[in-house]
């Protein structure tokens, strides 16, 4: 055993210790609002992890004319297997209807705007800070759109909130 597999086995450990140790619940009720009272242990799933695939054992939770329902799945926050997902979609699930903000088109992803305002003092050059060093990368400058009217906002916003500061606008 070497690499990966010497850390996946404390994984596949972990998850064994989990289903062993669960707890059974009386019943589970789903998002539909359908009581499951019939238990079946031993389901298990393949989850691919970055140290290789492991298998989760999970209890069942079962009802007549419902989809089976796996609380272990939520608490460890897996994600939704390949075919629940597309039967999900086809019920019509993640349909959620917003309105429009002004200036906002259909179909195009919402930004959200952040302003931070800060204090400091000035500091001094001196010569360690000056002196030619080997070169520095410099950073990508990744496409803004914080327009100048924003910045003017943060910058009331400031001043309103402390308004015996010494800082200018630069």
């Given at each position: 055993?070497?690499?990966?597999?010497?850390?996946?086995?404390?994984?596949?450990g972990?998850?064994?210790?989990?289903?062993?140790?669960?707890?059974?619940?009386?019943?589970?009720?789903?998002?539909e609002?359908?009581?499951r009272?019939?238990?079946?242990?031993?389901h298990?799933?393949?989850?691919?992890?970055?140290?290789?695939?492991?298998?989760?054992?999970r209890?069942?939770?079962?009802?007549?004319g419902?989809?089976?329902?796996?609380?272990?799945?939520?608490?460890?926050?897996?994600?939704?297997?390949?075919?629940?997902?597309k039967?999900?979609?086809?019920?019509?699930?993640?349909?959620?209807?917003?309105?429009?903000?002004s200036?906002e088109?259909?179909?195009?992803?919402?930004?959200?705007?952040?302003a931070?305002?800060?204090?400091?003092?000035p500091?001094?050059?001196?010569?360690?800070?000056?002196?030619p060093?080997?070169?520095?990368?410099?950073?990508?400058?990744?496409p803004?759109?914080?327009?100048?009217?924003?910045?003017?906002?943060?910058?009331?916003?400031?001043?309103?909130?402390?308004?015996?500061?010494?800082?200018?606008?630069?």
């Amino acid at each position: 055993m070497v690499g990966r597999e010497l850390q996946r086995l404390p994984l596949q450990g972990h998850l064994n210790l989990r289903a062993a140790r669960k707890t059974r619940q009386e019943s589970v009720t789903g998002a539909e609002g359908v009581e499951r009272r019939t238990l079946e242990p031993g389901h298990t799933r393949q989850l691919a992890t970055r140290f290789g695939t492991v298998t989760v054992t999970r209890i069942a939770y079962r009802a007549k004319g419902a989809v089976n329902l796996y609380p272990a799945d939520a608490e460890l926050n897996l994600p939704l297997r390949e075919a629940t997902r597309k039967a999900a979609e086809s019920k019509g699930g993640n349909t959620f209807a917003t309105r429009l903000a002004s200036g906002e088109k259909q179909g195009r992803k919402r930004m959200a705007t952040l302003a931070a305002v800060y204090d400091t003092d000035p500091s001094p050059a001196r010569p360690t800070t000056c002196s030619p060093s080997p070169p520095v990368p410099v950073p990508v400058p990744m496409p803004m759109s914080m327009s100048m009217s924003m910045s003017m906002a943060a910058w009331k916003e400031r001043r309103a909130r402390q308004p015996g500061s010494r800082a200018r606008w630069p």
